[in-house]
């Protein structure tokens, strides 16, 4: 059970990552999750949209550098210590947490960590071995 990630190498310019939102807007393509850092002259924004196959066949056809790999989605469960129930498995694991962000919004309470591992069938195991809830396809639904 893994969401799909759209990752976009920008210019690291004054209103690239605008454009880049404009070109989805326009397209009713909607954001669930996303993060951006720069990079010397480049800037990284990774994106899980509702539909990320029409996403990226957009974004292709303007030219702009992309990438769409699998990645996890975990809620990350509500009491104290709910991010090390996630981290410290995998880290017993061996598991390499490459990055990690958050959606914009939620399905129920719980805060939803997107999360790029080196090792994603084994990470998905251990996380439902510790009763972590995976998120699917309904990521690209929520409102």
């Known amino acids: ?6 990752s976009v190498l920008l210019g690291n310019v004054p209103g690239s990552f605008a ?7 326009s397209e009713d393509i909607s ?7 720069s990079i010397a002259e480049d800037s990284r924004v990774r994106l899980v949209v509702n539909d990320p ?14 990438e769409v790999t699998p990645v996890l989605a975990a809620e990350v469960p ?3 210590g709910g ?8 880290a017993k694991a061996d598991i390499n947490i490459h990055y990690l962000y ?20 084994e990470a ?15 990521i690209y639904s929520i409102p």
Do not use: C, F
Request: charged residues 20%; aromatic residues 2%.
């Open 83 to 90: 991010m090390n129930a996630i981290l410290k498995p995998l």
């Open 1 to 6: 059970m893994s969401v799909k990630q759209i």
């Open 53 to 66: 196959d029409r996403a990226a066949a957009l974004l292709e056809s303007y030219n702009l550098n992309i």
């Open 19 to 25: 454009a880049l939102t404009h070109i989805l807007d």
């Open 102 to 121: 958050t959606t914009i919004n939620r399905i129920g309470r719980e805060t939803i960590l997107i999360i790029g591992v080196d090792k994603l069938e």
């Open 31 to 37: 954001v669930k999750a996303v993060s951006a850092a």
């Open 124 to 138: 998905k195991e251990i996380l439902m071995e510790h009763w972590i809830n995976l998120i699917g396809d309904e």
């Open 78 to 80: 509500l009491h104290a």
